[in-house]
């Protein structure tokens, strides 16, 4: 792209591209949309050693600038994961199409039919960091959905999100699809996130996805509708009937499996009646995650560090993990109300009543009973990928995939009604 002086400009013109390209795919049918995507994903897996080589730009700035061993994971890429990058953007492909579904249909006394349809939202602003495979994935789900999106990745992942961009759309141009259905935006400044979120009328949504600063100010700026994920401070509860077994697998698994993601959990809740609170802290702590607890669970393991205040409230995003003992599920509820972020809580328990009260208070995009809340992932939901996690109430919450990418319009058909 031709350097423009102001990054309003800039944006201006990328989203009178997308704005054309979102209305020539608005009408494609499903099997060209995914063609398109079959094809990207083999653009991928063509480009494996650019992208490999990119990756590794990326790589030995994110070591030069000392980044935490979680935010490095995030950003590495291998053979593996870009497999897996084109077996998710293939995943999108084979999903059923959202848009034109008809949601419902009703005939009114005057004969007047009524049907409200899904259709694409038009234009998609998404602001990213870190994970060079939400260039993909982000991708995918608004092609699937007749969207077109203007993507800004973060600075850390210049390299990657530009090698990956350029394969996936030379997979959709090569099938036909329109090129300036996903733009990259190619300058790291900051102004551009701006200018993004000044083009009311230009653009159709906000996503943004990353952490507490990004959220914040794009909430705080955004003259653009704005679809939030919030901090992943999620809570495991594990009641004084779990199984020890599987307590500890779960509680192991939420935390250490990738400490990086946003659904890692950073909290324990362990119940007071619980038969061995020192072996599953332990869990944790033997595992390599540095541990921080209230008073009580100090007691009962001193090596613990304490914690303070702001643990509570803490997405630590690495292997830390603050530990608290509970009195019951009542304590457990009053802990999650006050700290939850609402994106993911689980529960570990055998007695049903005790979960299912969990599953219906607790007020989360994503509630889980005897499961790893690592299975936060759209992935994992059978949505083929995610562009986020919603933790909001409005529009759509949890994973966000094909359906939430959509809104609906409503077609009535007469044979001459008036309300004369």
């Given at each position: 792209?031709?350097?423009?002086?102001?990054?309003?400009?800039?944006?201006?013109?990328?989203?009178?591209?997308?704005?054309?390209?979102?209305?020539?795919?608005?009408?494609?049918?499903?099997?060209?949309?995914?063609?398109?995507?079959?094809?990207?994903?083999?653009?991928?897996?063509?480009?494996?050693?650019?992208?490999?080589?990119?990756?590794?730009?990326?790589?030995?700035?994110?070591?030069?600038?000392?980044?935490?061993?979680?935010?490095?994971?995030?950003?590495?890429?291998?053979?593996?994961?870009?497999?897996?990058?084109?077996?998710?953007?293939?995943?999108?492909?084979?999903?059923?199409?959202?848009?034109?579904?008809?949601?419902?249909?009703?005939?009114?006394?005057?004969?007047?039919?009524?049907?409200?349809?899904?259709?694409?939202?038009?234009?998609?602003?998404?602001?990213?960091?870190?994970?060079?495979?939400?260039?993909?994935?982000?991708?995918?789900?608004?092609?699937?959905?007749?969207?077109?999106?203007?993507?800004?990745?973060?600075?850390?992942?210049?390299?990657?999100?530009?090698?990956?961009?350029?394969?996936?759309?030379?997979?959709?141009?090569?099938?036909?699809?329109?090129?300036?259905?996903?733009?990259?935006?190619?300058?790291?400044?900051?102004?551009?996130?701006?200018?993004?979120?000044?083009?009311?009328?230009?653009?159709?949504?906000?996503?943004?996805?990353?952490?507490k600063s990004l959220v914040a100010r794009v909430k705080a700026e955004a003259r653009v509708p704005v679809l939030a994920h919030l901090d992943g401070i999620n809570h495991v509860y594990v009641d004084g009937s779990a199984d020890e077994n599987m307590a500890g697998r779960i509680v192991r698994d939420a935390k250490l499996r990738r400490t990086g993601i946003c659904g890692a959990m950073e909290t324990l809740l362990i119940d007071r009646n619980y038969r061995d609170v020192a072996g599953l802290v332990r869990v944790l702590s033997g595992g390599g995650c540095e541990v921080r607890g209230d008073g009580r669970i100090r007691t009962l393991v001193p090596e613990v560090a304490a914690a303070a205040p702001e643990d509570w409230d803490t997405e630590y995003l690495d292997a830390i993990a603050s530990v608290a003992l509970v009195d019951g599920l009542d304590g457990a509820l009053a802990h999650i109300g006050a700290h939850s972020s609402g994106h993911t809580d689980a529960i570990v328990a055998d007695d049903q009543d005790v979960a299912e009260r969990f599953l219906a208070q607790v007020d989360s995009a994503i509630v889980l009973w005897n499961a790893s809340t690592q299975f936060a992932d759209g992935g994992e939901f059978g949505l083929g990928a995610e562009i986020g996690i919603a933790t909001g109430r409005l529009h759509a919450r949890g994973p966000v995939a094909l359906e939430g990418l959509t809104t609906y319009k409503w077609v009535g058909r007469g044979s001459g009604q008036i309300r004369g």
């Open positions: 792209m031709a350097d423009i002086d102001s990054p309003f400009e800039m944006i201006a013109a990328m989203a009178a591209r997308a704005r054309r390209a979102s209305r020539a795919l608005a009408h494609q049918p499903t099997s060209a949309k995914a063609n398109g995507l079959r094809a990207a994903a083999e653009a991928v897996r063509a480009d494996l050693a650019g992208i490999l080589l990119a990756n590794s730009e990326d790589m030995a700035r994110a070591v030069a600038n000392d980044l935490s061993g979680a935010m490095q994971d995030r950003l590495r890429l291998d053979a593996g994961r870009i497999e897996a990058i084109a077996d998710a953007i293939e995943a999108v492909a084979a999903l059923p199409d959202p848009v034109g579904e008809v949601i419902d249909t009703r005939t009114r006394p005057n004969g007047l039919e009524l049907t409200r349809v899904r259709v694409p939202l038009g234009v998609l602003g998404i602001i990213y960091e870190s994970r060079p495979n939400v260039t993909a994935d982000a991708a995918a789900l608004a092609v699937m959905s007749g969207n077109a999106a203007i993507l800004r990745g973060g600075s850390e992942a210049a390299h990657s999100n530009r090698a990956i961009h350029a394969a996936f759309t030379n997979g959709l141009t090569e099938a036909g699809l329109p090129t300036d259905v996903v733009q990259l935006v190619s300058t790291t400044d900051r102004a551009a996130v701006g200018a993004m979120l000044a083009a009311e009328g230009a653009i159709d949504l906000i996503i943004p996805r990353g952490g």
